[in-house]
């Protein structure tokens, strides 16, 4: 009873931090859309109505779309809202089969998104964070790719979260399947 009553714990806890992270995600995006948008239209009001450049704000721009997508995209990872070929998956007529190719690929993906996102993001950012940009001096290259690595780190903690989801799913006894043709 005690070792289920701790399992049930780690759930929730492991919950819990997805939802603060899910919500802390969503308010990053939500406010750079918004801000996105004010640099735009500020982008266009000062081209067509003062005749006035914006090499600033077009770079701004740029900048927070980037950010917007990489962060963006490790939210619906966490949703599950991924580009997802459910056709492997639902070739298995078993239930577990299912579950180990789910298992396969959620591995697999969290591979791709340490190596590349997170340890090629942070390789990114160390090589430029010496670097000024053009058109926003103040601002280093390597901030603007800090999105990189921190996309994969929040994209690495649900990759785990869905692994970890998986094999409890695994470990859960199977449910008795029924037959063809019999009624359900």
Known sequence: MDARLSGMRKKLAMHTIK????????????????LLTFVVTWQVINRYIFSGAGA???ELAKIMFVW?????????FGEKGHMNIGIFVEAFSSQRLKGLFQLSTDVLILLFVVA????????????????TNA???FLKTGQIYL??????????FYCLYNIWNDIRALLQPAKAEPAKGEAQ
Do not use: K, N
């Open 56 to 58: 600033m704000t077009e």
């Open 135 to 137: 058109a926003i001096p």
């Open 116 to 131: 590349i996102l997170l340890i090629g993001g942070l390789d990114a950012v160390d090589r430029t964070m010496r670097q």
């Open 147 to 156: 999105a990189l690595p921190l996309s994969g780190a929040f994209s690495a």
């Open 68 to 76: 917007l997508v990489l962060l963006g995209s490790a939210l619906l």
């Open 19 to 34: 939802l603060w992270i899910d919500r802390f995600l969503a308010t990053i995006c939500i406010t750079l859309c918004g």
